[in-house]
């Protein structure tokens, strides 16, 4: 396939007149017919090979803000009145958890991929302007991407210091009930020991 592509562009190069727009026309549908099996081209010479892993993990928990991966938005069909205030304080907890988690692996895909960044930057810049910016491996790489340049950026600007902050507070509450639920499991553990 990569000779065939090589000579279509060879061709397209040395065409002239109305035989030259078919040509170029006919190297791109079989560039862009390449792409679509570029996962099965083999080790060393896939696109995008570095973030197989974390695009992988990525996968799992569904793209960017997705519904929940643990606490499924079918509770919010639920009438809120007839629960108790405590109910309803456990259930945003129960949220808030659920957001940290999705945090904290994110945090951990883009420390994962931090190598891969560099070395996918003029795959995704080729891709993108080959019009393929809706590629789920493009959308997962920007979600990756964006995280990393959130939690290394120099200097972030307004929103970006505000979306860290907000972070830090959330984080600050899972970091607080874990320390409450490690006391309350050892207290259960010293308890039975006695």
């Given amino acids: ?15 002239g007149g109305e035989n030259k727009m078919a040509e170029r026309a006919a190297c791109a549908e079989a560039i862009l017919a390449l ?6 081209l ?4 896939r696109p995008f090979e570095d973030w197989e892993s974390s695009m992988n993990a990525l996968k799992s928990l569904g793209l960017g803000d ?34 940290s988690a999705r945090l904290l692996i994110r945090h951990c895909l883009a420390n994962a991929a931090e ?26 790489i920007r979600i990756i991407t964006e995280e990393e340049e959130l939690l290394c950026g120099d200097s972030p600007d307004d929103p970006s210091r505000a979306e860290l902050e907000s972070r830090i507070e959330k984080l600050k509450a899972f970091v607080n009930l874990a320390d409450e639920m490690l ?6 553990i010293e ?4």
């Fill in 191 to 194: 308890r039975t020991g006695e």
């Fill in 115 to 140: 190598t891969a960044i560099d070395k996918s930057k003029k795959w995704v810049k080729l891709a993108e302007n080959a019009g393929l910016g809706d590629d789920v491996d493009l959308k997962m």
């Fill in 35 to 40: 792409w679509q099996h570029r996962h099965e």
């Fill in 66 to 99: 997705s519904p929940p991966r643990y606490f499924r938005p079918q509770r919010e069909e639920v009438d809120e009145t007839s629960e108790s205030t405590q109910t309803r304080e456990w259930i945003e907890l129960a949220d808030g958890l659920d957001y």
């Fill in 42 to 45: 083999p080790s060393g010479k």
């Fill in 1 to 15: 396939m990569a000779h065939y592509i090589a000579e279509l562009i060879h061709s397209a190069e040395i065409s």
């Fill in 183 to 188: 006391v309350s499991m050892k207290s259960s």
